[in-house]
């Protein structure tokens, strides 16, 4: 695992600031973080996947990726409509792999899609190693437009990007992946500017996502149902109870839903992994980025089991992957340690 944060870190008062009398300010739906991080205006998202994957360059060497035969992507927010990140990715990491996917449709939960996917390509006799990716990029883009900037929904989205290596092994096994779709709750995901428009048409307005109090109620009612749901099903087949899980790391959309996901599996909170008052609604790069900060803080263990879960979009995805996580495999300067005190290395 690894994972990118722009520099530019924003803080709650960037929102408040510029904050007009939007209706939904109060919503706890858009209760701001303390930080989040915005990318640049030219930063694409194979900028920021790139600078992720940079991570496992550092930590495993420069031929971790050349062997890679599946990359699986997705763009919250994709830099050109008609192309995805996968193949510009693939080529600026120099790899050639047998699979380049763009996964769209699952959003915020896509990780959790993605592993599913990898998993059963892999098993299939695809290739023995796959890289995950997830960027998002619309907080320093979309939500930076002057007149979208003072409403409430500017006030929680964060940009970032992480990636994650899948290899057919059984040091740190995917026990389980549960998938769950509701395309009739797709039509609530929309954009509006004012005057309407298609999003591909010209004219006066700056797009932003499409919300009322009413649609909020329907997400929020929606996600503390699916989550819970999906993380049931799993445990259920694993044989472990919610309570019992060590870890859960979820999306993050705000921190009413994180909040109702600990009370509805009874875990404690210290048992829940985010990273909200830094990085705030981090979309589908939240699992991964805190799955890496849960490694890297030493709050996952060899032989624990690590439940990923979240929804998507207005509700028309939800998904979650058990993990018994072995270990990080040792880097490239602990095998040379190794070698030059003259131990064995494998």
């Not at 600078?51 to 763009?75: F, I, K, W």
């Not at 892999?122 to 190693?129: D, E, H, Q």
Request: glycine content about 10%; aromatic content about 6%; some cysteine.
């Amino acid at each position: 695992m690894a994972s990118y944060l722009p520099e530019n870190r924003m803080p709650a008062s960037w929102y408040a600031e510029h904050a007009e009398s939007d209706d939904l300010r109060d919503n706890p739906m858009f209760a701001p973080p303390e930080y989040r991080h915005h990318s640049a205006i030219d930063e694409s998202n194979v900028d920021m996947i790139e600078r992720a994957a940079a991570g496992l360059l550092g930590r495993y060497g420069p031929d971790v990726l050349r062997d890679v035969d599946v990359l699986l992507t997705h763009s919250q927010m994709p830099d050109l409509p008609i192309v995805g990140a996968g193949g510009e990715v693939a080529h600026r990491l120099g790899m050639n792999p047998e699979w380049i996917i763009d996964v769209h449709n699952s959003g915020c939960a896509s990780f959790v899609q993605m592993i599913k996917l990898a998993r059963r390509l892999l098993s299939s006799g695809s290739g023995r190693k796959a890289l995950i990716a997830c960027s998002a990029g619309a907080a320093g883009k979309v939500f930076e437009q002057p007149e979208v900037r003072k409403l409430a929904q500017s006030s929680v989205p964060g940009d970032g990007a992480a990636v994650g290596l899948l290899e057919v092994s059984d040091r740190s096994p995917v026990l389980d992946v549960e998938c769950r779709y509701f395309g009739q709750n797709a039509v609530d995901m929309t954009l509006e500017t004012d005057p309407p428009r298609r999003w591909w048409q010209a004219g006066p307005g700056e797009g932003h996502v499409g919300f009322n109090e009413g649609k909020i109620m329907k997400v929020l009612a929606r996600g503390n149902r699916m989550v819970p749901q999906v993380v049931r099903a799993v445990c259920d087949r694993i044989g472990v109870k919610p309570v019992d899980l060590d870890l859960l790391i979820t999306n993050q959309p705000n921190r009413l839903l994180l909040r109702n996901w600990d009370e509805a599996l009874e875990l404690p909170r210290e048992r829940h992994c985010d990273t909200f008052h830094e990085a705030g609604n981090l979309f589908a790069v939240a699992m991964p980025h805190n799955l890496q900060t849960a490694i890297e803080d030493g709050r996952i263990a060899a032989g624990d089991v690590v439940m990923l879960a979240g929804f998507a979009n207005a509700g028309d995805f939800a998904g979650a992957a058990a993990i018994q996580w072995g270990g990080r495999p040792r880097s490239v300067q602990t095998q040379s340690a190794d070698t030059r005190s003259g131990e064995a290395s494998s």
